[in-house]
Each structure stands twice: as structure tokens, then as C-alpha cells.
């Protein structure tokens, strides 16, 4: 199996989390520390037990999305603390030969996405280890998403999305996060269209070819019924300005599976433990060094 670990996630939680008294250094060392503490369980979870390939795969910008759509992600405003903390731990987690993974001008997302197909290439299992529901779209019999919120872990499986999704195929389940858009990404949405209307909408037309370009669009009513779209609902779906927005999601959200990426076999240099040391030193990571060996138990030698 091959676990994918959305990096940068880990990383803004951790940001966020503090390092509970574990370091002392400042200027961002709690993400470092709190990355590195969920690594640690993950791989004992994980790696270890199941004998599973890791590989941590950061965010490269979203040059092309912003190519496409340049109001993309504006309101995310960069944080220099979090960039030096994650050159910081990129140095540290090469040392110790954790596999990583960036591409220039992708998101990490995209990136997961094109992994997660050429392992199934590769008859690999896959567990991606994020709270971005994004990924839900790649879930399958043999995909699955771990997300972690506070202390509630969540598998999320075929199971998880047909009860969220209303049963939808993994096809459908794009459509309806291109219908709704995302505040959070800032991509355009449908005003008044939330999750529950995409959804029925989905389900009772079958896409969103058959709802931009069918002269009537069906609609269930409170019994389950199904009748045609109200007009209200009819007006904004056939809307030019609005179908515009659609077609534009399904670039910025359909995650890409095809991106020119090597996927490379896995190293077997020796981690450089001197390196690490100095760098939990310098970084005042005092817990870590006193159970130095459970990091190389962990990490290998």
C-alpha cells in the first residue's frame, strides 16, 4: 500500500497547534515540531505495521490555476513563518530519506491525484492522508482518505460517499463540487445552489451535460417526486453567465491525474543523522532529543 500525506495540511494544523512546550527556538518551530510529531504516529500507524511506502507530497503554488483563473485562492494571503518552517522541515525530512514530492506551479492536491493513479498502474492500494474533501472525488475500492480533525480520525471509503453523496458515482461527485464551486478556494458558485440541491440535481439528470443542454431539468419535491425545476432554478442553470462558472470549475476543481510527474523508486541512502541532531539542537527540540533512539527506531538508521 502507498500512503500520499497532504503535507502542507499537517503543516497549517501544526501552525495552528503549537509544539505543547516541546520546543523553545520560536519563528515557527511549533509547525516543525507538531509536523514532525504526526509523522511519527503515522508512520508507527501505518508504515510500520502495514508495511506501507509514505511519501509526503507539498504544495508547488497554483501557477496554472491562476493561469486560468487569476482571482483563484485570493484571499490566501502568504504566511513567510509557515514557508521558512516547511523549507526547514524539507531539509530535516530529506535527511531522513522520507520520499517528498513538489512540482512546480501545482498544488499538492494534483499532484496526490497523479500518484494515486499511477499506483493503481501499479495494482497499489492507496490511502491519502488529508481533511481536504476535495479528495473524496478519487475515492474507490482500493482509495481511501484518512482525515484527522482534533482527535477524530474518519476513513473515508466507498461506504463514506454514497451515504454523504446520495449514492452518486465517482464521476457524479465532480459534478456536484463543480455545480456548488468553493468559497474556501474562491471558486465561482451558483448563487442560492448548495450541496443538497447539486446533488438532486445530479441525481435525477445524470450530469451536467444533460442539465446545461436538455430543454427541461427535473427536480424532486418534498415526497420525492420528481417534476420539472422550478423557473427560479431553471433561469439560474441556463443562465450564460452562470454556465460559464460550471465550465470553468471543471478545470479548477477536477483534480489532474496526468501531470508529467517521474515516480521514482524509493532510496536506500542512509539517513544523516549528524544533520538531524544539529537541527533539533538549533531548534531547541529537547524532547526529541532525549528519545533520539525512537526517531531511528522510526526512521531507520
Known amino acids: 500500500m502507498i500512503l500520499l500525506i497532504d503535507a502542507n495540511n499537517i503543516v497549517h494544523k501544526a501552525h495552528h497547534g503549537g509544539c505543547g512546550g516541546g520546543c523553545g527556538g520560536g519563528g515557527g518551530t511549533g509547525s516543525i515540531y507538531g509536523f514532525l510529531v504526526t509523522l511519527l504516529r503515522i508512520k508507527k500507524t501505518y508504515q510500520i505495521k502495514e508495511n506501507t511506502r509514505l511519501i509526503l507530497v507539498w504544495d508547488g503554488g497554483s501557477k496554472r490555476k491562476k493561469t486560468i483563473y487569476p482571482d483563484y485562492k485570493k484571499d490566501r494571503k502568504p504566511n513567510p513563518e509557515i514557508h521558512n518552517s516547511i523549507r526547514k522541515l524539507y531539509n530535516i525530512l530529506e535527511a531522513l530519506n522520507v520520499e517528498q514530492y513538489q512540482m512546480y506551479g501545482e498544488?499538492?492536491?494534483?499532484?496526490?491525484?497523479?500518484?494515486?493513479?499511477?499506483?493503481?498502474?501499479?495494482?497499489q492500494k492507496v490511502l491519502i492522508f488529508s481533511n481536504d474533501h476535495d479528495f473524496e472525488q478519487l475515492i474507490t475500492r482500493h482509495v481511501k482518505i484518512v482525515s484527522e480533525k482534533g482527535?477524530?480520525?474518519?476513513?473515508?471509503d466507498l461506504a463514506y460517499n454514497e451515504a454523504k453523496y446520495m449514492g452518486l458515482t465517482r464521476e457524479q461527485i465532480v459534478e456536484v463540487m463543480v455545480l456548488c464551486g468553493c468559497s474556501g478556494d474562491n471558486t465561482p458558485s451558483i448563487p442560492?445552489?448548495?450541496?443538497?440541491?447539486?446533488?438532486?440535481l445530479i441525481k435525477t439528470n445524470g450530469n451536467i451535460y444533460n442539465i446545461l443542454n436538455n430543454d427541461e431539468?427535473?427536480?424532486?419535491?418534498?415526497?420525492g417526486i420528481l417534476k420539472k425545476a422550478t423557473e427560479n432554478l431553471y433561469n439560474k442553470l441556463k443562465d450564460v453567465e452562470n454556465q460559464k462558472k460550471i465550465y470553468?470549475?471543471?478545470?479548477l476543481i477536477k483534480l489532474k491525474n496526468d501531470l508529467p510527474i517521474d515516480f521514482k523508486l524509493k532510496s536506500n541512502k542512509k539517513n544523516d543523522w549528524e544533520y538531524v541532531i544539529r537541527e533539533f539542537e538549533t531548534l531547541e527540540f529537547?524532547?526529541?532529543?532525549?528519545?533520539?533512539?525512537?526517531?531511528?527506531?522510526?526512521?531507520g538508521e
Do not use: H
Open 107 to 123: 498544488e499538492a492536491d494534483d499532484v496526490i491525484a497523479t500518484l494515486t493513479k499511477r499506483a493503481r498502474m501499479l495494482g
Open 192 to 200: 442560492g445552489l448548495g450541496d443538497i440541491t447539486a446533488m438532486n
Open 151 to 156: 482527535r477524530e480520525t474518519t476513513v473515508k
Open 248 to 251: 470553468l470549475n471543471y478545470e
Open 217 to 223: 431539468i427535473f427536480y424532486p419535491d418534498k415526497k
Open 286 to 299: 529537547n524532547r526529541f532529543l532525549k528519545n533520539i533512539e525512537d526517531f531511528k527506531t522510526t526512521f
